[in-house]
């Protein structure tokens, strides 16, 4: 099990930058890929950014030169630096975590998601 926490969200004007961090409940050397997904209003989640096996990062079109997902191992902390806010950024975005388990199964996990706005 992981339970993942998220915060840093809020209102920002487009140009502007926030930090999100999702904290997960054990080890994130533990966990096979973690990463940010997205879900605007009427539109199904997209994924954002996400570390995958190796420490490799993976960035959508839409946030790539923008957003920065980077992780302090220590504090088991993974965090999405995005700059350069546009009003389409505006969505509720989560933190996911994916584990490998007995049997190669494949368990998913949700933090509560933070709301992220970009409006003058």
């Known amino acids: 099990q992981v339970q993942l926490v998220e915060s840093g969200g809020g209102l920002v004007q487009p140009g502007g930058s926030l930090r999100l961090s999702c904290a997960a409940s054990?080890?994130?050397?533990?966990?096979?890929?973690m990463g940010w997904y997205r879900q605007a209003p009427g539109k199904e989640r997209e994924w954002v950014a996400l570390?995958?096996?190796?420490?490799?990062?993976n960035y959508a079109a839409s946030v790539k030169g923008r957003f920065t997902i980077s992780r302090d191992n220590a504090k088991n902390t993974v965090y999405l630096q995005m700059n350069s806010l546009k009003p389409e950024d505006t969505a509720v975005y989560y933190c996911?975590?994916?584990?490998?388990?007995?049997?190669?199964?494949?368990?998913?996990?949700w933090g509560q998601g933070t709301q992220v706005t970009v409006s003058s």
């Open positions: 054990r080890s994130i050397f533990s966990i096979n890929a």
């Open positions: 996911n975590a994916v584990t490998v388990g007995i049997g190669a199964k494949l368990s998913n996990y």
């Open positions: 570390f995958t096996s190796g420490n490799t990062t």
